[in-house]
Every structure is written in C-alpha cells, then in structure tokens.
C-alpha cells in the first residue's frame, strides 16, 4: 500500500515537472528571455532533457530542485515586489506546484 501511495506522488511530481516545462516553453520563448530569467529558463531546459529521456526520480528531483531554487523568492516582508525577478504568473504558479510535489514525494518516501 505504501508503495502505491509513493507511486502515485512521484506520478505527480513528474506531471507537474512536465507541466512547468510545457508552461516555460509557451511563456518564456528561448529567443524572448530577460537575463534575469536565463538562470531558471537554463535549469527548466535541463529538466525538460531529463523528462524527454526517461531519467530517474532521483535525478529529476535534483533538477527541479534546482529550477525551485533558482528564483528568488521574495520574502513574506516584501510589499509590492521589487525582490526576485519578474515572472509571469503562469511559470511562477508552475513553479510553486512543482515546489509542492516535490514537498510532497519527499513525504511520501
């Protein structure tokens, strides 16, 4: 039963690296990227090659850790922005998503 469970969060965990990939390709065309945002659009390309070939969770993790990590957060203090890069809202709630299902297949195992 624990093994269905962990199974069915590293299904979502991999879907929702696939949606952010999906939804960065849409909103940040690679010919279109502010240099701010070069950092997260150059780990969610290395996330998108880990999905198109299969790798393991473990790897993917890393990498969508990576693309987690790489904006800026702005702190619950921050009034009006003015921390972390401009992002459109597709990405960053794509971003959060894939925050939480990584959260929760680290739970899960």
């Not at 279109?32 to 390309?45: D, F, K, M, S």
């Not at 850790?65 to 960053?92: K, T």
Request: a negative charge; proline letters at 6%; hydrophobic letters at 50%.
């Amino acid at each position: 039963m624990a093994d269905s469970a962990e199974q069915e969060q590293e299904d979502l965990f991999r879907a929702e690296a696939a949606r952010l990939v999906q939804v960065m390709r849409h909103h940040l065309p690679a010919s279109h990227v502010p240099a701010e945002l070069a950092p997260i659009v150059a780990r969610g390309r290395h996330l998108a090659a880990l999905l198109e070939a299969d790798a393991p969770t473990e790897h993917l993790e890393e990498a969508a850790l990576a693309v987690v990590d790489s904006y800026d957060w702005p702190s619950p203090d921050a009034s009006g922005g003015g921390e972390g890069p401009v992002i459109d809202a597709a990405v960053l709630a794509a971003v959060e998503r894939l925050r939480y299902a990584l959260d929760a297949l680290d739970d899960a195992s």
